[in-house]
Each structure stands twice: as C-alpha cells, then as structure tokens.
C-alpha cells in the first residue's frame, strides 16, 4: 500500500516548470509517481511505504529547491494547555518537530502557545494538535489570537484558598513551637486535612508528572509529585510504626504547605503572565464588533448597522463623534480630529479631512466621517499591528535556545542529585528521616519554571510596553539585536526630513523661458508619484500652467538618475530627460551659468535637478527647443545637422527637517550610537543637513543598489548596523542592516523587510526603540542570573540539611513570580519626552502654515528671461 502526499510548490509559471517539478520529484529513492498541477500549485506524491514520512518529505524539499523552486508553507498557531515549566516547552516542540512536514517549531512558556512552519499540504492541525495531545498537554488551534488575548479568562482561585484553609491547621503548630506553644492536632486529624490537598488539589501535579515519565521525560509536576510524596510516604510509615498512644513526628504539613505554596506560586505567576499580554488586549478591544454602513451613498444613503465582519472594501462607513473607526479607509466627508494614541503613541489628535486616509481603531473627534473602506478584517493596519506584536512574543530569542538545553536535562540531573543527597546522608549516620527529607527539600526547591520564564516574560513585556508607544517590533532576533546596535544609518528623505518637498526656485538657462521650464518638467514628472514629480506638478498648477503642459510620451524612470520622456509642441518632437548632476554628467552637459547658483542652492540643502533636451536630427524638424524663446534659443547643431544635448535649467527642491530629527541625533549619541546619512541626494544638500543635525558621517550621491553596499561595508568595520527607512529604494539597505528600522508612513515593503517599524514616522523613535530594547535585555539578564543563582544556590543548601522542605517550596514558589514581576517592571517604560523645535537655517524659512512658494528664482549672475 502507497503513501499519498500533496505538496505546495511555490515559483511555477508555465508547463515547462510543471515538467520539470514531476521529473525531479519521480527522481527521488522511494517516488513510485508524481503529478504536479500548475493551478492549484500542488504535487501529489506516490511513495513506497518503506519510506518513513519525515525522509520522504525532506528527499522531496530538497528535490523541489535543486529544481529551482520551493515548497510552500504553512503557520499554525496552537494554544497550549498544561505546561508548567521549561521541561515541558522541549517536550512539546519534540513532539511537534516530529510530525512529517513539520520545518520549525517554537513554543513560548509564557504565551502558553506553539507557532508551527509545516509544507503546505502534508501538515495540518489536527495532525500538530493529535502529536501535542500524545505528549500529554492539551491544543487547540488558534484562529483569531487578538480575540483569543482578549477572551482568555484569569487563574482560578478557589484551589488555592481551599488547599491554604486546609494547611494552615497544619502549619500554624510549626510556626507557635519556637515560643513554646504545642498545638500540633492528633495524627488523624493531620491525615484528613492532608489527604485532601495531596490527592485532590494536587492530583494536576501527579497528572502532569505520569504524562512526563510516559513520555520519557521530566518536569517540575514530576519533582512536585515526588518530592510531596515523600514526605506524606514518610509520615504515614512513622505513624504506623508509632506506639499507639504516642504523638510521632510526622510530615503531613510540609506535603500539604509545599502543594498550597505551589499553587499559590503558579496562581501569582498565571495572574503576572496575563498582564503581559495587556498589549495584545488593548490593541485587540479598538476593534468594534459593528460598523455604520452607506448601503446606498450616492442615493437615498440609508444607514445600516452590520457585523464588522459584514463589511467589504468599497463600502462607505459612517463614524459619529466620540466613535471608534471600525474600518482603514479614505474620508468622502466631513472633517474632524482623530486620537491615533494607541496605535501610533502620537499623544495629540491629528486633524483629519476629506480626502486623508484614515486608520481603524482610531478616536473620532467632534465631527461627523463618511469613510471610503480601504482595507477590512486580516488586511487593516490594525490587524497587521496585532499580527507583528504576537510573532514577537511567540518567537524566541537565541539566547532562550540555550536555556531550553540547559532545562532539558535539568529534571533528571536535580532527581539524580536526590538520591544521592538521600543515600549520603544515611550512609553518614543522620538517619533516614533527616536524609528523606533533606532530599524531599531538593526535590521540591528545584524548578525549570524561572529558567523557562526568563526570557519571553520579559520579551512579552517590553514589546508589548514597545508596541504600546507605536514602536513595533517585529520578532525577538531583531529585539535581541537593537540592544546591540553601534551606528544608525538615516535614509534623507522622508526619514530626517517630511518627505513632503516644495518647488522654491527654478532657473531656466539663457534664452529659455521660466514658464517654459516649468511646464516641460511637469510633463516628464506627469507619470511619476515621486515626491518630487509632486512637488512640480503642484508648482505648475499654482502658476496657473497646469492646462498648458504639453502631453508626454515613452515616459521611463531613470534609476538612481531621474526621468525621460518625449513631448510635442508647436509641431516640434523634444527628447527631454530629467535628473540630477550625475545625469548631466553622462549626457557630457556642462552647467554652465547655473553652476555657481546650483553650488548655493545645495548649500544651502535644496535638492538640485536639471532638465535637458537630447537634441534630434534637425533635418527633420525632431528636437530642437524651437518654439520657447528667439532664433538664438535654437539647439546647436553640428555639420551634419545632428543636435547635441542642451541644458534648459535647474530646478530647486526644499523639504523641511523633521522638528525631532535633531533631538534624536543627540540622544542617540548620549546612548553611545555613531550616526551616518546614506541618500542619493546631492553632497551639498546632504551636508548641509548632516551639519545641521550633527550627524558623524555622510555617503551622498548614492545609488539605490549601493547603498545595501554601504550598510555592508559598515559591518564589516566591526560596528552593528541599524539602518532607518521610509522607501521601496530603502528596502535592500534594510534587510542588509543587522537591524532595518521602518518608518511607519513609508512603503509597505520597507515595513514588509525591517524588524521594527516605527508607527509615527519620527526619528526621535529610532532612540526609544534602541532604548527599550536595552532595557528588555537588561531585564533578560537580570531574570536568567537570578533563576540560575536560585538553583545554584538554592540546591546545595537544601542537600545539606540547611533548607526544609516547606521553606523550600515557598522558595520554589517564588522564583517564577519574582522573574515576571521584574519582567513587569518593563510596563512603566516611557519614551524620553521631546523638546522639538525647527532646525535653524534648514528647510523652509517660513511661518507656521505658510505654504512655500516656489520662484523662478532671481540669484546673483543670472535674470531669467520672463517669469
């Protein structure tokens, strides 16, 4: 009998590739047939049933990637139900590991869930939830996390108030005898008030323990229910053994108190992990369960409330004052302040109007919005925010990898430690009952539980407190990462400056007319969204030119250069290119006259650009920059009536620096951080901002596909590389950083490839976001040298007689809470608060609100003819 697959392929685009995939796929030892269908993207494999599944899907991965493509995959995220300690995490991503298809997977002790990568096809969850099931915990798979976060009901409490009313007959004798007061109840009345709290209240420790030892493995459950078992075993061997009438030294209380303290531990330690996922919970309660839908918004515009869930894109949303926004869209109507506090850490409402793009979850002000739906359910900014913050509090640091090695074997050796610690002390003579119980302290002092704790308490918080302030940081590596990080390079444009640049001079050449400059620019920018193609056509339009700009043709963008197109006016055909001096450079075109005045206005920080016309074949009336001024305006042309490339002028762009930018520069040198400006703006412009701001270093002049190399070149000098950016020309440069910092109002790809995105797009979050991270990894250090030191010392102490067995389990109890209380401590982190202010000298020299305006410019040496 065969053994049948189906496996996603990825990177198929045509029958030659379905050819291929099948024939690399029947190559492989044990494939009796392979079928490959190019629609569905899938392979159904045939193999012979003495392939184990785990060899046959790997032989076929590697088959699929040595043909040029890839197995698709699959993320499951499942709950976890029944682990206790960091012992149990290993056991449960063995368990997982081991089901065929399965690439990776992590679990995470303090989030109780397990995050699995399977191939597409061969794993499902119902496989992943039987293999958990089978190591002895629970699963359930996880279909809506925030909802799951939000919906996740507190520890019980009754268990322990009953297992403490039950123990403390017991423990209060103990605590009265040193001043002389003998209260210890009968033998009897110790076993009844006992046996409740070790067979009843405490049967989940002998449930979890029997799971553990079946599975060939070992857990705090196990030394609990071993360590416990001693001492009531103890206590009810020396009662039979007692003479009756006598009043024997039994251990019931310290069974009884060491279960109590146990679940008093687990209950404090359940209540602190729920509060570090606040974050998750908060973020989750801006979604409103029903939206105010436009069924009809250009007729009749009935209102109709829906399920949230009922909404689609394209549908208008009504939002009334004081009302959350339940949808990502475009305001159609109306006017007021949103509060994007929680989703951006912005503490100010931003006004918003007709036309602005909104986000859901947002605080409308006083006004009523007719909202356009841009994005709904798994596709909102909301959604994705929730997404990111989980899959940083589901992954796992490196340094957690080798803590869960360390606690692999931590059970057994701790048992090992007690027998031997029970065989020493009666080999020297301190006599059973003092050995038993030296060794039940052991037992029960002993816990994985802060080791496992340790880390992603303390992950959970500080992403969490991150993502809270509109830093969200994208998995724990990256975290891990930033605390590290010695040199921030800043992308210019959009990143240390609004990204919004305004047209303030352009001076044409001798004999060009300004108007003419003006509107031939704005027709090679026409097919452009670049900030500045914006920034002309706006220009033009406030010069009332907008309706003289000639229509352009075979327009191209010129990576890293600038832009081309050809326009026709008064019957003449110009090739026309834009760009910036590196492009006159290759076109072998002087500046001429406008040299002196460029070098000023690059001083000065304005971005430069220069319009050409190529020139044509003159015989054929093609080319030429006839029509725009007198006959001595006609491109030159050589013997054989070829034209040569002429220079039309320059054009001036400004764009303000960023009220913060200079705050952040300083604070990150305060944190010991080098900063650098990589941008493919000109050396002048670049300087001067870099001056302005105090930057260390500057790279100018750099080609998007350089400036990965630049980033790359700075690691290897030794220093850890953050880069920060806004655009799709920053996204090679951040996923070559060892961190890549996203401004959050940039591209979805360079949000899509950094590790952490920076909600407000303000450079002073660059600091806060090293900041955090610093202080999560102190956080980190601080818990792993305290649940080592614990355990260190915390053993010996007890192998000698020096800890009994009920101050060891309040010891024990302790330790978890005390890790996640300190991970906790990270809920009060805040961001340095901003002094702001303009950067003197740079930007725009204007008044709050004044637009500027762009000039034809009347600089020294030069008159433009007409304006």
């Not at 038993?436 to 992603?456: D, E, K, Q, R, S």
Request: aromatic share 4%.
């Amino acid at each position: 009998m065969t053994q049948n697959w189906s496996v996603g392929i990825e990177g198929m685009t045509c029958a030659s590739c379905v050819t291929r995939v099948e024939k690399a796929l029947r190559r492989v030892p044990g494939v009796a047939n392979a079928t490959v269908n190019l629609a569905t993207e899938t392979a159904a494999v045939e193999a012979s049933p003495d392939v184990t599944p785990s060899a046959l899907l790997g032989a076929v991965e590697h088959a699929v990637s040595d043909a040029g493509y890839q197995v698709a995959e699959q993320s499951f995220e499942l709950a976890i139900g029944g682990m206790t300690c960091a012992s149990c995490v290993g056991r449960v991503e063995k368990a997982l590991r081991a089901v065929p298809g399965v690439v990776e997977a992590s679990v995470n002790l303090a989030t109780e869930k397990a995050t699995v990568r399977g191939v597409r096809g061969a794993v499902d969850a119902a496989v992943l939830t039987a293999a958990v099931q089978k190591a002895g915990y629970e699963a359930t798979p996880v279909t809506d996390p925030a909802a799951e976060a939000a919906s996740h009901e507190g520890p019980a409490w009754w268990p322990v108030a009953v297992a403490a009313l039950l123990s403390l007959p017991l423990l209060l004798p103990m605590l009265l005898e040193p001043f002389g007061v003998h209260l210890m109840p009968p033998s009897w009345v110790q076993f009844l008030l006992a046996t409740p709290v070790q067979f009843w209240l405490g049967a989940r420790f002998y449930r979890a323990g029997y799971k553990a030892v079946r599975a060939g493995s070992g857990n705090m459950d196990l030394l609990v229910a071993l360590g416990t078992s001693a001492a009531y075993g103890l206590s009810l061997y020396e009662w039979w053994r007692a003479p009756e009438g006598s009043m024997p030294h039994l251990y019931f209380e310290a069974a009884a108190v060491v279960i109590t303290l146990v679940l008093l531990g687990k209950w404090l330690e359940a209540r602190a992990k729920r509060r570090t996922v606040e974050a998750i919970r908060a973020l989750a309660a801006l979604r409103p369960e029903t939206a105010r839908v436009l069924r009809d918004p250009q007729g009749a515009a009935n209102e109709v409330s829906v399920p949230l869930g009922q909404v689609v894109v394209g549908d208008w949303v009504v939002v009334r004052a004081g009302e959350r926004l339940p949808v990502d869209g475009v305001i159609r109507d109306g006017a007021s302040q949103l509060d994007e506090s929680l989703l951006t850490g912005e503490p100010l409402p931003i006004d918003k109007a007709a036309g602005d793009t909104v986000v859901g979850g947002s605080i409308n002000g006083a006004g009523t919005l007719r909202i356009e739906t841009t994005a709904v359910g798994a596709d909102s900014a909301l959604a994705r925010i929730i997404r990111m913050v989980e899959d940083a509090q589901a992954g796992k640091a490196p340094i957690q990898r080798a803590v869960d090695r360390v606690a692999a074997v931590f059970v057994p050796v701790v048992v090992v430690i007690a027998l031997i610690t029970l065989v020493a002390g009666w080999a020297l003579g301190i006599g059973f009952e003092a050995a038993m119980l030296n060794a039940v302290a052991v037992l029960v002092i002993a816990c994985p539980c802060a080791l496992g704790l340790a880390t992603p308490a303390a992950i959970m918080v500080g992403t969490g407190a991150a993502a809270r302030q509109g830093i969200l940081i994208k998995d724990a590596e990256a975290l891990e990462l930033a605390h590290r990080v010695s040199v921030v390079a800043f992308d210019k444009t959009g990143t240390l400056t609004e990204g919004k640049p305004r047209l303030v001079a352009y001076l044409p050449a001798s004999g060009v007319e300004a108007q003419t400059l003006l509107r031939w620019t704005a027709a090679v920018q026409s097919g452009s969204s670049h900030p500045l193609a914006k920034a002309v056509i706006s220009a033009a339009d406030e010069a009332g030119l907008a309706a003289n700009v000639p229509a352009a043709s075979d327009i191209a963008a010129l990576p890293g250069r600038g832009m081309r197109a050809r326009i026709t006016e008064a019957g003449v055909v110009h090739a026309l290119q834009l760009g910036n001096a590196r492009l006159l450079d290759e076109l072998h075109v002087p500046q001429g006259e406008l040299a002196q005045a460029a070098a000023r206005l690059a001083s000065e920080g304005r971005t430069v650009s220069w319009l050409v016309d190529l020139g044509r074949d003159v015989s054929g009336n093609v080319g030429g920059i006839g029509g725009i001024g007198d006959s001595d305006a006609q491109t030159s042309a050589d013997a054989n009536g070829i034209e040569s490339p002429r220079l039309l002028g320059l054009l001036a762009f400004g764009d303000t620096v960023k009220a913060s930018a200079r705050e952040a520069v300083e604070r990150l040198h305060a944190l010991g951080v080098r900063t650098v400006m990589v941008t493919g703006d000109n050396a002048g412009s670049a300087n001067a901002v870099a001056a302005a701001l105090g930057l260390d270093e500057v790279h100018a002049d750099v080609l998007p596909e350089h400036k990965a190399q630049v980033i790359t070149q700075l690691k290897r000098d030794g220093a850890v590389v953050a880069m920060v950016g806004d655009g799709i020309n920053d996204a090679p440069a951040l996923a070559a950083a060892d961190v890549g910092i996203a401004m959050g109002s940039g591209t979805d790809v360079a949000m899509q490839t950094a590790g952490i995105t920076l909600m407000r797009g303000d450079p002073l979050r660059v600091a806060d976001a090293i900041d955090v991270s610093r202080r999560t990894w102190s956080k980190i250090r601080q818990n792993l040298f305290w649940a080592f030191a614990y355990n260190v010392v915390g053993i010996p102490l007890a192998a000698f007689g020096l800890l009994s067995p009920v101050i060891a389990g309040a010891a024990m109890a302790l330790s978890s809470v005390s890790v996640v209380s300190n991970a906790l401590l990270l809920r009060r982190w805040r961001p340095a608060n901003s002094t702001g202010g303009a950067v003197a000298g740079m930007g725009e020299n204007r008044a709050p609100g004044q637009a500027a305006r762009a000039v034809p410019g009347d600089l020294p040496g030069h008159t433009p003819n007409g304006a």
